[in-house]
């Protein structure tokens, strides 16, 4: 098991690290970010200053290799636009992200779950077809344009809830959180929403496929034919095994989730990580790129393990070790 | 200590204004365009010098057209061929209640250059000045190497700190509020990056008071979503009205709106880089070949493209009515704008008598390159001039980019024809120095010539006015040069921008030429 | 296969012989939805494939476009009374009727072509991860968590910084990151199949390994893709008009039904709700009928609903 882990461990260093090479070269090809933040009063030799104040006088390698031993003191650099350490930054911005993707989640658990369950059962049901269709729905339109409309509806048309923003937030872990305050949380409900949609419909989907082929399996046949209860049947053996698929997909999710909220984060105006990088990409601040990047990919490789660590949990016939 | 002093002036506030005034002290504003910093001398930036001037006050302010309005300093003139004097306002004190004296404004001067890292920094503000002279308290003289007369407009991008809380400051500092210190009409009390900056009223203002007592200041980046955030009540002021909404808004009875003309110029930039027999990057005979010429490079070309630019149908069907068809850099009203320069007429016809004169009676084929989330209506834009453009022969492409890999290709002359924008000083000068002129490392000119025009006499005109302090006698000079590149199509400008901010009816603002969006300038309206 | 033969079918099915083919086609006639989804795809794809010959104009030539023309509500005629805008006209004089004909076409190269890419991509990667294990395994799983750990927006956008923009390289874009969805998804299937004892009597009669990955591995393994990859075709369409929305997808001049969508949304707020409203709807109806196909081809696909 150990072993195993610091395999692991090992192979997410050796990813973070082609990530950070690959992001520092693509960020450089992509343009220059002095042309971008300098200013129009600027003359040849501010311009060269700023440059040089930026440490982008120097030769790519050598600005990596910089980059590099100032990495393994977790340093990740200092934001060209706010002049800030960029993992401040990020932790900063934190928070916001992660309660609206936990929210997004939880959502998409509490909803899909037992919608799935219950088209999977009654799969020829007009309820399991109408559920069938609104999941279709769900991850037909495009997230913005959800988004402005439910913005349109609710907050406009009809004003039940906040249109944009983080609202207040309460300190808790040294960090500020919405969901702890009944204003922060109304300024949640409806990008936690956008941001479900698509897994709500994921989840159902998943859900009812299992079902439906779990039910099929002899050994449900087997326990149906003893005489358990549909109770124990469905609460035991079927749900146990179509956890493996949708544990897997949440699970993957949740990294995707938190990675792609830039569009929820930027039409409700939520101040995540997920407005920082689109924001950092479009004027080129590299550091917060980079650590942001470097972030993400460590928060992934952590819920790919715990996915796989709950596999096998869940389902003995996946073995770790793989040999 | 300010936290309990703050918490006081609240809790007075709820008993004096009774909870029924108390909501109406507060103004909650939403802008466009997020803040990245509040040091004032970090980066030069319209949203950072908006909030830096609810915060500071620089020596020089300007008005709402722009216009130079005695700040920190009372009065300023010049005392010797290469030497300027300030006087100092008296008993101006700052938010901590230290003294304002010509101490602070010799030390800010000193941090322009040297503040770390800055991407674009203020540095260029303190670099004409060879010596600061501090003559007595409230009395300071700046000694340049040469005439400089453009030093009071320098001033007004100067915001001017306490000595004793920003001395050894670092921006963090600032962003920390234990540096956001000024003479200005707000203090910050809270920011919180990407997010919100939170002010309360200076009640020991110098100037007029500014009506709200809080300031809750929103970052809404996306435009449907800052109007939105109007209409459903959460915000009593945006700025930047996508002109999409701007119908709708102005129907609408809960809404005002407030505009100006502004000082950005939207125009579009051509290759002079190239010579007369080499071929554009962009550019082929009508089969797709090379043409082995820069047609750009004969001024027929430039004035036919520019008459085939339908600039009134731009403004009216893609800006809503919310720019100004342009033939120059800057709006009437303001120093620089040449009386005798309209804007170009549309006419397709002779556009193309002109370009059979030139060479091309059956046109060429071009590509038109353009950012698409950087100005007002970018995209739009540039496929509305390949409409027209294409009309009369010159059949054109259109590439619309995003500007982090727009402006680096614009910068290394990579494009033919590109449309840019140029957010000016309130004095023609400024982009004849960035724009027009050749480019030249030694003098600081030309830094922004994308398209690397060159005219001698444009030169010429210009470096006897940058030392001109006759007023008169450079504007004249100013106003020559621009004649002169109007009429040589160095640029093909389209339209100048209007500002436009909307807020609920009960809210009144002074629009400002120069994009900022400050709370001082909102108040209630006249019941 | 088309609609027709699904009337018939039953009438004809038996004197014919039994192939797995024919059976896989009468089991997915008798659903009317999948049956009725099929033939509004099929009359999609060839809408979007005659869309040169059968619309009114062709939205990509700016010459043919005036912005005197620009926001006309639909049923307004052209400013030189020679053509009638049944959907309206966006912000360019494009009218919306032809710009939704074209727009499928591009969204459906981008969505399909991208998806199955992936998807052969990925599942080959996949299988070949679980059924060789080791160091393989290690290796491809590594690059798909280098993968799904790159946000789309910056895959694409350093993808289209690189290559500018374009169809294309929009398709290529979207394959870069998607390709590791469709890797994940087999790999975790085909870790619990391998184990299973088909697999093992197959090795233990010594049939090659392609033999054995390709026909009784894949087979087995296509339920899941075929979830997945609906998903992601629909995925992907939605995925290019966000790219659009952020100003990174296709040409402004060639729209997709994304920049359509992300055009008009601009003027949700204004009342002119057509500009986005068609394309919106355009959007839905393709892929709410390439969802309904992919989930009957599911059921019948899958060997363990059988009844």
């Not at chain 1, 395999?7 to 970010?33: H, T």
Request: aromatic share 8%; proline share 6%.
């Amino acid at each position: 098991m150990s072993v195993y882990l610091l395999r692991r461990l090992i192979q997410a260093a050796l990813v973070m690290l082609a990530m950070s090479v690959i992001v520092f070269v693509g960020v450089y090809a992509i343009g220059d970010p002095v042309e971008i933040l300098i200013s129009p009063d600027a003359d040849q030799a501010e311009r060269a200053r700023a440059i040089a104040a930026l440490g982008l006088d120097k030769p790519l390698w050598e600005q990596y290799l910089a980059f590099l031993s100032n990495a393994v003191r977790g340093d990740l650099g200092r934001s060209f636009v706010f002049n800030e350490p960029a993992l401040k930054l990020i932790g900063q911005r934190a928070p916001a992200t992660l309660e609206l993707a936990f929210g997004a989640t939880f959502l998409a658990i509490l909803v899909g779950l037992p919608l799935g369950l219950y088209a999977g059962l009654r799969p020829n049901g007009a309820g399991a077809k109408a559920i069938m269709a609104g999941s279709i729905l769900g991850f037909s339109l495009p997230t913005f344009w959800v988004g402005l409309m439910l913005i349109m509806v609710f907050a406009v048309q009809l004003g039940w809830l906040p249109s944009t923003g983080r609202g207040e937030t309460a300190e808790f872990l040294g960090m500020r959180w919405s969901f702890l305050t009944r204003d922060g949380l109304a300024h949640m409900v409806m990008p936690a929403l956008n941001l479900a949609l698509f897994k709500i419909s994921l989840v159902i989907r998943l859900t009812r496929a299992g079902v439906r082929e779990t039910m099929l399996m002899d050994y449900v046949k087997f326990a149906r034919a003893k005489g358990l209860s549909p109770q124990r049947v469905i609460g035991v053996h079927v749900f146990k095994n179509i956890l493996i698929p949708v544990v897997t997909v949440v699970g993957l999710e949740l990294g995707s989730t938190i990675a792609f909220s830039v569009v929820t984060e930027s039409v409700f105006a939520w101040p995540g990580m997920g407005k920082l990088i689109i924001d950092s990409i479009n004027v080129l601040d590299r550091p917060v790129i980079v650590a942001y990047l470097m972030s993400i990919v460590l928060m992934f490789i952590v819920i790919n393990l715990v996915v796989d660590l709950l596999y096998s949990v869940l389902d003995p016939r996946v073995r770790l070790e793989s040999k | 200590m300010k936290k309990l002093l703050l918490g006081a002036t609240v809790a007075l506030a709820a008993i004096i204004g009774g909870p029924a005034a108390g909501w109406a002290q507060t103004l909650t504003m939403a802008v466009g365009a997020p803040v990245t910093s509040l040091d004032p001398h970090y980066h030069q930036l319209s949203p950072n010098n908006a909030v830096a001037d609810m915060i500071f006050d620089k020596l020089v302010n300007t008005d709402a057209q722009a216009r130079n309005i005695p700040g920190l300093a009372t009065e300023w003139h010049v005392v010797g061929p290469t030497t300027w004097e300030f006087k100092l306002r008296p008993n101006v004190r700052f938010q901590n209640g230290n003294a304002f004296t010509a101490e602070d404004v010799a030390f800010t001067l000193a941090r322009l250059p040297n503040v770390p890292n800055s991407p674009a920094s203020y540095a260029v503000y303190a670099k004409p000045i060879t010596r600061v002279e501090i003559v007595d308290s409230l009395t300071i003289r700046f000694h340049t190497a040469q005439p400089y007369p453009l030093l009071p407009l320098d001033m007004t991008n100067v915001r001017i700190l306490d000595k004793e809380t920003a001395e050894n400051a670092t921006t963090e500092d600032f962003n920390a509020l234990r540096a956001a210190v000024g003479t200005g009409p707000y203090r910050a009390v809270s920011y919180r990056n990407g997010d919100r900056i939170e002010f309360v009223r200076n009640d020991a203002y110098w100037g007029p008071k500014p009506a709200y007592e809080r300031v809750n200041y929103r970052m809404i980046t996306n435009d449907a979503s800052r109007t939105a955030a109007l209409l459903a009540g959460d915000v009593d002021f945006i700025d930047q009205v996508p002109t999409t909404d701007l119908a709708k808004l102005r129907n609408d009875q809960r809404i005002a709106l407030s505009e100006t003309v502004g000082l950005r110029l939207v125009f579009l930039g051509l290759d002079h880089l190239r010579g007369a027999n080499e071929n554009s990057p962009f550019i082929t005979d009508n089969d797709g070949k090379p043409l082995g010429r820069n047609p750009l490079r004969d001024v027929r070309v430039r004035r036919a493209l520019s008459m085939a630019v339908d600039r009134q149908a731009i403004v009216d069907r893609l800006m809503e009515g919310a720019a100004t068809p342009a033939g120059q850099f800057l709006p009437p009203g303001v120093t620089g704008h040449v009386p005798d320069v309209q804007p170009t007429r549309y006419d397709p016809e002779g556009a193309k008598r002109l370009l059979a004169e030139a060479g091309y009676p059956n046109g060429f084929r071009i590509q038109l390159n353009g950012p698409n989330d950087r100005y007002i209506n970018d995209g739009r834009i540039i496929q509305a001039i390949g409409q027209t453009w294409t009309r009369i022969g010159v059949r054109t492409a259109v590439e619309g980019q995003t500007w982090a890999v727009f402006v680096g290709r614009a910068a290394r002359q990579e494009f033919s024809a590109h449309l840019i924008g140029w957010g000016s000083n309130p004095d023609g000068s400024h982009p004849l120095r960035n724009i027009l002129a050749t480019v030249n490392a030694e003098k600081g000119w030309g830094a922004s010539n994308r398209g690397r025009y060159s005219n001698p006499e444009v030169d010429r005109l210009l470096e006897a006015s940058l030392t001109e302090l006759d007023e008169e006698k450079r504007q004249k000079l100013v106003l020559d040069a621009e004649r002169i590149a109007a009429e040589d199509v160095a640029v093909i400008p389209i339209h100048i921008q209007t500002n436009t901010w909307a807020m609920r009816r009960g809210v009144r603002h002074e629009a400002r030429s120069d994009e900022l969006s400050r709370a001082q300038d909102v108040r209630p309206a006249a019941p | 296969m088309s609609a027709t033969t699904a009337g018939g079918a039953p009438a004809v099915k038996a004197p014919r012989v039994e192939t797995p083919f024919r059976r896989f086609v009468s089991e997915f006639f008798e659903s009317k939805i999948a049956t009725g989804a099929l033939v509004v795809f099929t009359v999609i794809v060839l809408v979007a494939v005659f869309a040169p010959l059968i619309s009114p104009q062709n939205p990509y030539d700016l010459a043919q476009l005036d912005i005197m023309d620009g926001r006309l509500e639909p049923g307004s005629r052209n400013a030189a009374d020679t053509m009638t805008y049944w959907l309206g006209t966006d912000d360019q004089g494009r009218d919306m009727l032809s710009g939704i004909m074209y727009g499928l076409r591009i969204s459906l190269i981008v969505g399909a072509g991208s998806a199955i890419a992936a998807a052969l991509i990925g599942a080959s990667l996949g299988m070949l991860a679980a059924y060789a294990g080791g160091r393989t395994d290690t290796i491809i799983m590594r690059l798909v968590d280098l993968q799904l750990s790159f946000p789309t927006i910056l895959s694409a956008l350093m993808i289209l910084a690189f290559l500018g923009k374009g169809i294309m390289n929009v398709v290529f874009a979207l394959i870069v990151v998607e390709w590791a969805y469709y890797a994940r998804t087999v790999r975790g299937t085909a870790l619990v199949e391998r184990r299973r004892e088909y697999i093992e009597a197959a090795q233990c009669l010594a049939l090659p390994t392609r033999r054995i990955i390709f026909r009784h591995l894949l087979p087995n393994c296509m339920p899941p893709l075929i979830v997945v990859g609906t998903i992601q075709i629909a995925r992907a369409i939605a995925l290019e008009a966000t790219l659009s929305f952020l100003g990174l997808g296709v040409p402004i001049t060639e729209p997709s039904l994304g920049l359509l969508i992300a055009n008009g949304y601009e003027y949700m707020l204004s009342g002119k709700y057509w500009i986005s409203f068609y394309p919106g709807i355009a959007l839905l109806v393709t892929i709410v009928s390439i969802n309904l196909v992919g989930d009957h081809l599911r059921d019948v696909l899958n060997p363990r609903l059988k009844k």
